[in-house]
């Protein structure tokens, strides 16, 4: 069973709501499904929860915010995203306890987890969601505002009563070997530690589905490509993204033509 596969009732459009927590995170783990859904005519929403200022990049960027917000519009159209939201939070930054400055939004992790229920709840009543996408209950590599919004999505999908709730994430045994075989042609950045890996996403065992998007590797390409900012730092050092985006197309139609998912 695909999770994209036409959910019907007579000839009813599915509603897919795909909850992230910053911009980039829509690319890297669920394009191909979102760019297949749309091509296959279902309704494609993206909630980000919050603006990415805290990401890396390089310091000719004055105003992140404004950047990722634009490259997120970039990479939504690219992947035919019917409605884009922003929750209106602050990115907590890689530990969770960035402070935001007077004139930016609060946090996602300062504030209380249910006001962030509610406004998700809100949106998947006004869609009348079929399905919402988050992350697993890890946050994928752990950081806290993706954990938060796993957190949030499971609250919000209940009060909703959206029927069905799906996980984006990876087989961990398959991501370290993916990587293992990457490293022998790239050199990752400094900031890349193949050992997180091993205690992040989820065991083989617990996925429940898998998607085949390699129809859709042009429009997840252009998804990453457009957030350019998290692609370098200063010194002109390549991030994670970067080194993604020079895989050659048989090493990168293997590495990302699958995305995968735990049906909760």
């Not at 980039?24 to 783990?29: G, M, N, P, S």
């Not at 010194?235 to 033509?257: I, Q, S």
Request: aromatic share 8%.
């Amino acid at each position: 069973m695909e999770i994209i596969r036409r959910l019907t009732y007579g000839e009813a459009v599915a509603t897919l709501v795909f909850f992230h927590a910053h911009p980039d995170d829509e690319a890297l783990l669920t394009a191909g499904t979102m760019a297949r859904a749309a091509a296959e005519g279902q309704r494609v929403v993206l909630v980000v929860a919050t603006d990415g200022a805290a990401g890396l990049a390089a310091s000719t960027y004055s105003d992140l915010a404004v950047v990722r917000s634009r490259e997120l519009a970039m990479s939504a159209e690219a992947l035919g995203v019917a409605r884009t939201i922003w929750l209106g939070y602050g990115d907590s930054g890689l530990h969770g306890d960035r402070t935001a400055g007077p004139d930016e939004p609060v946090t996602l992790c300062s504030v209380p987890t249910a006001d962030t229920v509610e406004q998700l709840r809100e949106v998947l009543d006004e869609e009348r969601a079929d399905v919402l996408v988050t992350y697993d209950r890890n946050g994928g590599y752990g950081h806290p505002d993706h954990v938060r919004c796993h957190e949030v999505a499971v609250a919000a999908a209940e009060a909703a009563g959206t029927p069905t709730v799906f996980e984006a994430t990876v087989p961990r045994d398959l991501l370290l070997r993916g990587i293992r075989l990457a490293d022998k042609f790239y050199d990752f950045p400094p900031e890349f530690d193949p050992a997180a890996f091993e205690r992040a996403f989820t065991a083989r065992a617990d996925i429940t589905h898998r998607v085949d998007v390699r129809h859709h590797l042009s429009a997840k390409r252009a998804a990453m490509s457009a957030h350019a900012s998290q692609a370098s730092v200063d010194g002109g050092g390549d991030r994670t993204l970067a080194a993604f985006l020079r895989f050659p197309k048989p090493l990168y139609r293997m590495v990302f033509g699958t995305e995968w998912y735990r049906q909760r």
